[in-house]
């Protein structure tokens, strides 16, 4: 070890003697661990930068002077050309460069020195607000895809609201746009942009929300890093997209707006969409519902069809067919009313036959009335021919009856005789006396006779 001294501890044993590398390291140690990151504000000297990308030079006042580095990667983005003689703002941290022992300042962000005080009101609020939860992207709305009508908040003379009517225009000019004038810059600007937020939220006319303006200073755009704004967009129910000054801009309203756009363009094209993209889709999904619906048609068909056969193998059409065979052989032995009844039900079936083809309650109906109708003129010829085959039975039956009647008999002259008191019908001479009394009838009437003689 070189650059150590070993202590001599049989000369000196109560002594620790530090390198000079240790006492640099734990110099920077000390320096970078007890200061904060520090806003410092001075003119630049010697200021240099090589191939390498990096910033160096000297931050000086009129009392003092501090050597500064900034790195490539944290002023690529630097808005200002620093140079001799400017007097900036920065944000820095402390430390050591151990090569040469020097105490500097590594630079974090460079501004004018005239943004310093609206810078630091800025970061203030920006911090404020954070910790209340303005910021959370959870509580952030989403975009409509297709509004019905789109509320911009802007200057109405600014190029702003040209570029972002031209895009409309340009992407999908069915959608109405509602503009809402107010002041971008000023210091009414940030109360009545916040009155004209809350006047469009109140209205509810719009699906969403622009607030936008064109580019410009921190002091330009400071109406959109006001408080009342901030506000007034959290709590704003519409959807609302910021669009202030250029892409290297942010604000206030850009980090608790539900979405930020880099330029009105940008704004325009993102809350509207594109109606050619939209007519391709349109004309994608009409393709597909065709294609889709004539499948679908074709599936049906195939189904039908394979129905319609199956239909047709178990058809009682079929074993009627054999049935028929064996009416027509038993057609001759049947009576009329028997043929009539046959020929009814074939008609019913006929009917039955129909409707499972057509399965329409109307022609159901239809159907059961010609079988009521052809059952009724059936019963009514049923009944008259009974009624006919009973009548003549009934008049054989009557003639045969009447043929063996004891009143034909007594038609002709003869006389039935039978005791008065109980009627005892007497066909014996041998079994009357003299002087009984004796009824005779006869076929109209009768007599109550008093026998005189007896001829046996």
Wanted: charged letters at 25%.
């Amino acid at each position: 070890m070189p650059n150590t001294l070993i202590p001599n501890t049989s000369a000196q044993p109560n002594r620790d003697i530090f390198s000079v590398s240790r006492l640099v390291r734990e110099t920077k140690a000390v320096l970078e661990g007890s200061f904060p990151l520090l806003w410092l504000e001075g003119e630049i000297s010697n200021f240099s930068r090589p191939s390498s990308g990096h910033m160096y030079f000297t931050l000086k006042d009129e009392a003092a002077q501090v050597r500064c580095a900034m790195f490539r990667g944290k002023n690529i983005h630097l808005r200002i050309k620093p140079q001799n003689g400017m007097q900036i703002l920065v944000r820095a941290r402390l430390t050591l460069y151990e090569a040469r022992g020097d105490f500097q300042i590594i630079v974090e962000h460079m501004e004018e020195a005239g943004l310093g005080a609206l810078q630091r009101a800025f970061e203030a609020l920006k911090s404020q607000l954070g910790q209340e939860g303005l910021f959370d992207t959870r509580i952030k709305q989403t975009v409509p895809a297709l509004p019905q009508k789109i509320g911009v908040i802007t200057s109405p003379t600014g190029a702003a609201i040209r570029d972002v009517l031209s895009v409309l225009t340009r992407r999908f000019p069915a959608i109405p746009v509602q503009i809402y004038p107010v002041p971008v810059q000023g210091e009414s600007a940030a109360v009545e942009i916040a009155n004209a937020i809350k006047l469009a939220d109140k209205r509810k006319d719009c699906d969403v929300l622009l607030l936008t303006r064109g580019g410009g200073s921190l002091e330009d755009l400071w109406a959109f890093n006001e408080e009342v704004v901030a506000r007034a967009i959290h709590a704003c129910k519409t959807p609302l997209v910021s669009a202030i000054g250029h892409e290297v801009d942010f604000t206030i309203a850009d980090f608790v707006a539900d979405q930020r756009a880099a330029t009105p363009s940008a704004a325009a094209e993102l809350i509207s969409p594109d109606q050619y993209d939209i007519q391709q889709q349109i004309n994608t999904q009409f393709s597909r519902l065709q294609k889709q619906t004539r499948s679908r048609i074709q599936q049906s068909q195939q189904g039908l069809d394979w129905l319609e056969k199956r239909l047709q193998q178990q058809h009682p059409g079929q074993l009627l067919k054999a049935k028929s065979q064996r009416l027509d052989e038993l057609e001759h032995r049947l009576s009329r009313v028997v043929k009539n009844n046959i020929d009814a039900r074939r008609h019913v079936l006929t009917l039955l036959n129909s409707r499972l083809q057509r399965h329409t309650p109307l022609q159901q109906l239809s159907q059961f009335k010609m079988r009521q109708q052809a059952l009724q003129q059936r019963l009514h010829h049923t009944w008259e021919r009974i009624i006919a085959n009973k009548r003549q039975r009934l008049a054989i039956s009557c003639r045969s009856l009447n043929n063996v009647s004891p009143l034909a008999t007594l038609q002709r002259g003869y006389a039935i005789i039978q005791d008065v008191a109980d009627k005892t019908v007497f066909t014996d001479a041998s079994k009357l006396n003299t002087g009984d009394k004796i009824s005779a009838r006869l076929a109209k009437g009768s007599l109550i006779c008093t026998i005189d003689k007896i001829k046996k």
